[in-house]
């Protein structure tokens, strides 16, 4: 199983950047994703999450309407689309992977109810 995490980088405050996360190793179709973050001296937090068909999608009260989570489920791929980015989200992000087909929000926010985790990506906002 391989959760390969791309596309970090470092943007300007108010720019844009897309990541994306590539996996491997199981039934991609099957697995809910998720996004989490965790920035210096904090605790990860939950980003953003899309159930196993896409149909559904949660955000972070602090990304919403400004991120976008998506899901290829044929090139076995998800990916974040950051907009009106803020020095705040400056963190490594983190793509996991739950196998279950619940669209319930109670189980797709907690990253401890996730299997499997990548290795993270990092992002940079200046201000």
């Known amino acids: 199983v391989q959760l390969q995490a791309y596309g970090g980088g470092l943007a300007r405050a108010g720019g844009s950047l897309r990541i994306s996360c590539a996996a491997s190793?199981?039934?991609?179709?099957?697995?809910?994703m998720g996004w989490f973050r965790q920035a210096p001296g904090k605790e990860r937090e939950f980003v953003a999450a899309?159930?196993?068909?896409?149909?559904?999608?949660y955000y972070a009260d602090d990304v919403k309407y400004r991120f976008t989570i998506y899901r290829d489920n044929a090139k076995s791929t998800v990916l974040l689309q950051m907009n009106g980015l803020e020095p705040e989200d400056t963190a490594v992000y983190y793509c996991?992977?739950?196998?279950?087909?619940?669209?319930?929000?109670?189980?797709?926010?907690?990253?401890?109810?996730?299997?499997?985790w990548g290795q993270g990506t990092q992002v940079t906002v200046s201000s």
């Open positions: 996991a992977a739950r196998r279950s087909f619940s669209a319930r929000f109670a189980d797709l926010v907690e990253g401890a109810k996730y299997d499997y």
């Open positions: 190793g199981f039934t991609f179709s099957g697995y809910a």
């Open positions: 899309i159930s196993w068909r896409g149909g559904t999608t």
